[in-house]
């Protein structure tokens, strides 16, 4: 099982590895300002019929098919175009 995380903030700088935030200031990490862009995240994602914690992270197992993978990936594209059009979510 993998669990992916995601994080909508300020890119302090590159990683080296693709493990690792784009940021060390845990301030910024869980930043609370950014819950209603997560939770909305959710919404439109779960109206795609992907289920996720919130928007916050997506749990990824050996049970899902390449099929459910290219469908999550769909979801999430439109989703974020969809949040882009009402003004959710800032396209920087």
Do not use: C
Not at 11 to 21: A, C, G, N, Q, V
Not at 31 to 56: V, Y
Not at 70 to 82: H, K, N, P, V, Y
């Amino acid at each position: 099982r993998s669990i992916v995380h995601l994080y909508f903030g300020p890119i302090d700088y590159e990683p080296s590895d693709d493990t690792l935030p784009p940021t060390k200031d845990i301030q910024k990490i869980m930043n609370p300002a950014m819950m209603p862009i997560r939770i909305r995240l959710g919404l439109h994602l779960l109206q795609r019929g992907i289920a996720t914690m919130s928007g916050r992270f997506f749990i990824l197992s050996a049970a899902h098919t390449e099929q459910d993978i290219d469908q999550t990936i769909q979801a999430f594209g439109d989703s974020l175009d969809a949040m882009i059009a009402e003004g959710s979510l800032s396209k920087a």
